[in-house]
Nanobody, 125 residues
Framework: QVQLVESGGGLVQAGGSLGLSCAAS????????TGWFRQAPEKEREFVAG?????????DYLDSVKGRFTISRDNAKNTVYLQMNSLRPEDTAVYYC?????????????????WGQGTQVTVSS
């Protein structure tokens, strides 16, 4: 069973950048597909980006973040990253790291078994 801890959130002006990290412990991290989700107030949790298990050769992104966000993983450090550039006010949300055992990047949060506590990202206009 893997435990996830996010870090790196904060306040940034529109057009700025932030990098999020998700550190995993308690499992063989390379065998978990990992995703980033976000939830804004009064909105449903939505898929942002995902990276498949093992070598992370497959990624997927929400259309509105394509070209601006990049997900990556370092299995040696048991960490997955989300680099966010050209941030917009509509990117403001609590960002969560999630994982499930095995391959397959799913966009439904219900398909992920393990979750971090979340980190706040606020983009001011």
């Amino acid at each position: 069973q893997v435990q996830l801890v996010e870090s790196g959130g904060g306040l940034v002006q529109a057009g700025g950048s932030l990098g999020l990290s998700c550190a995993a412990s308690g499992g063989t991290f390379s065998t978990y597909t990992t995703g980033w989700f976000r939830q804004a107030p009064e909105k449903e949790r939505e898929f942002v980006a995902g990276i498949n298990a093992y070598y992370g050769g497959v990624t997927d992104y929400l259309d509105s973040v394509k070209g601006r966000f990049t997900i990556s993983r370092d299995n040696a450090k048991n960490t997955v990253y989300l680099q966010m550039n050209s941030l917009r006010p509509e990117d403001t949300a609590v960002y969560y790291c999630a994982a499930h055992l095995g391959s397959g990047i799913y966009r439904d949060f219900k398909d992920y078994n393990y979750w971090g506590q979340g980190t706040q990202v606020t983009v001011s206009s």
